[in-house]
Each structure stands twice: as structure tokens, then as C-alpha cells.
């Protein structure tokens, strides 16, 4: 049977017969202005000024262009979703930023005035980490003993340090485990699902799953839970690899588990405007995936992998950046997709 998403299967094969792996250049540090491409400056559809500007072309005049953001730039809250978005944020590809945006749209959108909570589904426990969740130790409540049954939603509830609307469901090192626990366990599929039936008792706007890099119980668990998939895909060489097995799964799971389940959204992650590779991947996403695919590309910053280092999002560590003002506008993005015609309230 072919795959329901055929042609990205031939996608990355195709970028790889065409040799245009050797079109990426070596890394530089963010303060270095880049060049833009001719594709970026005649794409209107791609919002990657921040990324290509030349305006300001030393490292004093970006740090000051950042300042004067951070100081004229007023967060004017967001409307409330019509009803709670619950997004799976998956990709068994590891490294194309799936935490990273999960927890940075999430500490955007809580910055803006929605209250959003992160389920750390990943045993490594990142996305924890970055919303300064540090206590984790094995057999605190986490998103493991929330699977399993031993605790409630509410029992493994934190609050981040960094925000007061910005909740985590953290993991700790009991959920490696998970995957073969789950196997001998009634309805393993709806673990996750079951567990978040208590989110009625919350007001949650936003509720973002952070899945491992895997195809596992823990992703399936996730893509059960949620009717809404976010697929997060890095502007580098492979980029679609794998992602027709993702979506084969993505196909079985609603038409078997979930028929909720749908892909919403796409963001384009990592993007270096300096390459040709970059916005070669970038069209051939958008080719695929139409409209879902997010305006706003988030650029490849030495900030926004500096701060988890710190317990922080981007959005903490430093609001000014060009990685803070991506993110800022992608949940902007996100949300405004899902306005209500009007505001009557929630259901």
C-alpha cells in the first residue's frame, strides 16, 4: 500500500541525487549579518527579515537594534482560543526542534496573556528543564506516574519560575521505562487521553505535547490525546526524511484511534538565509504541506541554544533576540489561525 504522503517519501532523495548538500556553508555566530537570497527577498510569504536583515550591519548596530526592541515592543495580549488547543508536537527525527518549540511558543504565548501548559513526554526531559523545572528527581510526580495511573493531572501539575500563566507536566528519568510498561498495560494507546480528561477542571488555553524523538508508545500515546499535530521541520540537509513514515502513522492512528487528528501546523525551524539548501527545503515544504506550513520561519540562533543551558526559554533569556521576536511571532500565527468568528466565550 503506498504511502498516503507519497511524494515527501521523494522529497529528500531527490535534494540528495541534485548534490545540494555541498551549498551549506560553515556555521557563523548570530552576530554576523547575513546575506539575503534573491528567493527570500521576492518570497513575500516567507517572514525571515530578522534572519537576512542588513540594516544593521556590525555587532553594535544588531545589539542595539535588539535593545530597541525589547524597550518599544508591548506584548498586547492574545484572544483566547474558542475552545482549548491541545497540539502534539511530533517528529521522529531527532534535532529539528521539536522542544524548542514547543516550549518557546508556549513561553510566547504565555507571555501574551494565554495560560499554556507543556507535557514533557520525553525522557530527557529538555522541555522540562528549559521551563525551569529542575527538581526532578526519579519518583516525584511526573508524566510517567500520570501515564501509568499513580498520580493525577493535577498531582504532577508545576508552575514555571519564569511565568505565572506557564504550567509544566515535567518528566524525569522513570519514563524511560515507559515504552515496555505500557506494552502489558489495558488500553495503552489511551493512557495519555485518559489522563487528560482532568484538563476540565483547568483553563487551560494551550496544552502542547512534547513527543520523543520516536515512533514508540509514548508518540502514539500523544497522537491519541491530541487532535491537533504541529510538525516542527529544520531547513537542512534530509530534512523530510522520515517524515512519510510520520505521516503513515499519523494516518493509522485517526483512522483506529483518534479521527480528530489532523495536521494543523507546520514550522519551518533552523533556517539560515545564507544558503540556497535552506530555501530549497523551505519551498519544497510548503509545496507538500500547502497552508499549514507557518509564514514565520524560526532562523538558526546562537541564543535560542544558549538558553536552555540556563533553565530558560529564548523568550526569558533574551527577549530582544532575533530567535525570541521568530517565536513571538509564530504563536501570534498559531493563534490567530484559530480566532472565533466572535467572542461569546468558551464552550
Not at 12 to 17: E, G, K
Not at 214 to 238: D, F, K, R
Not at 288 to 314: C, D, H, N, W
Request: glycine share 6%; net charge neutral.
Amino acid at each position: 500500500m503506498s504511502a498516503p504522503w507519497g511524494p515527501v517519501a521523494a522529497g529528500p532523495s531527490a535534494l540528495v541525487r541534485s548534490g545540494q548538500a555541498s551549498t551549506i556553508e560553515p556555521f557563523q555566530r548570530e552576530m554576523t549579518p547575513p546575506t539575503p537570497t534573491p528567493e527570500a527577498a521576492h518570497n513575500p510569504t516567507m517572514n525571515v527579515s530578522r534572519e537576512t536583515s542588513t540594516e544593521f550591519d556590525t555587532p553594535i548596530g544588531a545589539a542595539a537594534e535588539r535593545a530597541m526592541r525589547v524597550l518599544h515592543t508591548t506584548h498586547e495580549p492574545l484572544q483566547r482560543p474558542g475552545r482549548r488547543r491541545v497540539l502534539t508536537i511530533a517528529n521522529q527525527k531527532g534535532g529539528v526542534g521539536k522542544t524548542t518549540t514547543a516550549v518557546n511558543i508556549a513561553a510566547a504565548l504565555a507571555v501574551q496573556g494565554l495560560k499554556t501548559l507543556v507535557i514533557d513526554l520525553d525522557p530527557q526531559g529538555n522541555a522540562s528543564t528549559a521551563l525551569g523545572i529542575t527538581d526532578r528527581q526519579s519518583g516525584t510526580p511526573s508524566s510517567y506516574e500520570m501515564l501509568i495511573g499513580e498520580v493525577s493531572l493535577h498531582t504532577a501539575l508545576r508552575r514555571s519560575p519564569h511565568s505565572e500563566r506557564l504550567f509544566c507536566i515535567p518528566a524525569t528519568i522513570d519514563l524511560a521505562g515507559a515504552e515496555i510498561e505500557l506494552v502489558s498495560m489495558v488500553a495503552r494507546e489511551n493512557r495519555l487521553r485518559t489522563a487528560l480528561a482532568a484538563l476540565d477542571n483547568f483553563d487551560f488555553d494551550y496544552v502542547f505535547v512534547d513527543c520523543p524523538p520516536s515512533l514508540g508508545l509514548l508518540t502514539i500515546n500523544a497522537l491519541v490525546a491530541a487532535p491537533e499535530v504541529m510538525i516542527p521541520i529544520q531547513c537542512e540537509y534530509y530534512a523530510l526524511e522520515g517524515v512519510s513514515q510520520l505521516m503513515r502513522n499519523i494516518e493509522m492512528v485517526k483512522a483506529h484511534l483518534n479521527r480528530q487528528l489532523e495536521v494543523t501546523t507546520v514550522i519551518l525551524t533552523m533556517y539560515d538565509g545564507r544558503t540556497k539548501l535552506a530555501d530549497q527545503v523551505a519551498d519544497e515544504v510548503r509545496q507538500y504541506f500547502g497552508s499549514k506550513v507557518l509564514r514565520t520561519v524560526i532562523p538558526r540562533s546562537v541564543k535560542v541554544s544558549e538558553a536552555p543551558g540556563y533553565s530558560m526559554t529564548i523568550i526569558d533569556y533574551d527577549p530582544g533576540s532575533r530567535g525570541a521576536m521568530s517565536y513571538l511571532d509564530a504563536s501570534r500565527e498559531l493563534a490567530e489561525r484559530d480566532r472565533p468568528p466572535s467572542a461569546k466565550g468558551r464552550p
